[in-house]
């Protein structure tokens, strides 16, 4: 039997204590081992639930207890998340965790010092909730040089993003329909100012490339300029807006960048609607791979959770190679990075000062009056913010792929 703790008893916690309970035979065969939750740290108590006898709220029981060789981290954060998390690992505990933030900020960090102690530092909840996708970036797609990661990677914009489509609607009625569903909180700024996409495809850069990645150099953009006219546009051209979350090789750089993307419905991504994340890897091997499925949610997120448990207890005192250095990973400059750009101009602007400036664009007629739009050729960041700037009138724009 392997004793392992739980730090945090709130949504995924909660989760991880379910999935282990009502899946506990079949877990222990995969396992080969059974796996017994022998403390829960969270500062409050649960009268009435089972949980409250393994309940405590002092991390050092669990700390120097040799018994415990597993440390489930799912409180979120990174303080103390991170000194938790560290501790385990010097003591010759693995740790297995859900915990973004920590992994963006800490992961290679934390990788370096679970190699040392011969323990494991996982991390697949972390990014896609349920979906698949670290150990892939690890073990399936090793021998492969990655050329491009594009993911819709948050849930709540892209249910938001889809109701838009779906029913014609603007952002702030969308946003509250999101928030009372409970898809987003009461303060969505990490969802819809893009900040959660951007720790996660700064975690799936890292593993691509075995670099540590900054998420603060990745230049990030919301969804909060996005229009339900945005979205006329968009289905007029049989597209569709996408936050993703974006990383590609270009030559011997790499870019990465998350912001709404029009996209095309021959796009992997077209079809990721509501809640869904979806994560498409070009390899210069394999080709395109696609995964899909619940991006969050308490039971998603927790068998992620508990795959990672699974694989430690098969790995006790057997470190599980990762490839991702504290060396950091220098980003190209994504103002060198080529997009074509979406373009809405009120009517006081002439189609042919548009012309002159960008070159050759396609128009877009989606029956709106008093203005127009047009699509660019191909261009740099940099090219597109220097001719932009000579137009007033300018209603919003949008990088696109279509």
Known sequence: MVNIAVLGYGTVGSGVVEVLTTNRESIAKKAGED?????????????????????????????????????????????????????????????????????????????????????????????????????????????????????????????????????????????????????????????????????????????????????????????????????????????????????????????????????GANHPLFHVNDVFNGIFVNGNMIGDAMFYGPGAGKLPTASAVVADVVDEVKHLGVNITSIWSEEKLKLGDIKKAKYKYFIRFADSVKLDAVKEAFGAVTTVDAGISGEFAVITEEMSQENFEEKIKGFDGVLNTIRTEL
């Open 35 to 263: 796996i017994n939750i022998k403390y829960v740290l969270d500062l409050r108590d649960f009268e009435g639930d089972p949980i409250q006898e393994k309940i405590v709220h002092d991390y050092d029981v669990i700390l120097n207890d040799e018994d415990i060789k597993i440390v489930v981290e799912v409180m979120g954060g990174i303080n103390p998340a991170y000194t938790f998390v560290k501790d385990a690992l010097l003591k010759g505990k693995s740790v297995a965790t859900s915990n973004k933030e920590l992994v963006a900020k800490h992961g290679a960090e934390l990788l370096r010092i679970a190699k040392e102690n011969k323990v494991n530092f996982l991390f697949e909840a972390s990014v896609g909730g349920g979906i698949p996708i670290i150990r892939p970036l690890n073990n399936s797609l090793t021998a492969d040089e990655i050329n491009e990661i594009t993911g819709i990677l948050n849930g709540t914009t892209n249910y938001i993003l889809s109701k838009m489509s779906a029913e014609g609607l603007d952002f702030d009625t969308v946003l509250k329909d999101a928030q009372d569903k409970g898809y987003a909180e009461r303060n969505p700024e990490a969802d819809v100012e893009g900040h959660d996409a951007c720790r996660k495809i700064a975690i799936l850069t890292s593993l691509a490339y075995g670099k540590q990645v900054d998420f603060e150099k990745i230049q990030t953009e919301g969804i909060t300029k996005i229009t339900d006219t945005d979205i006329k546009y968009a289905k007029k051209l049989n597209g569709s807006i996408k936050l993703l979350g974006q990383s590609k090789k270009v030559g011997d750089e790499v870019f990465a960048i998350v912001a709404p993307i029009m996209i």
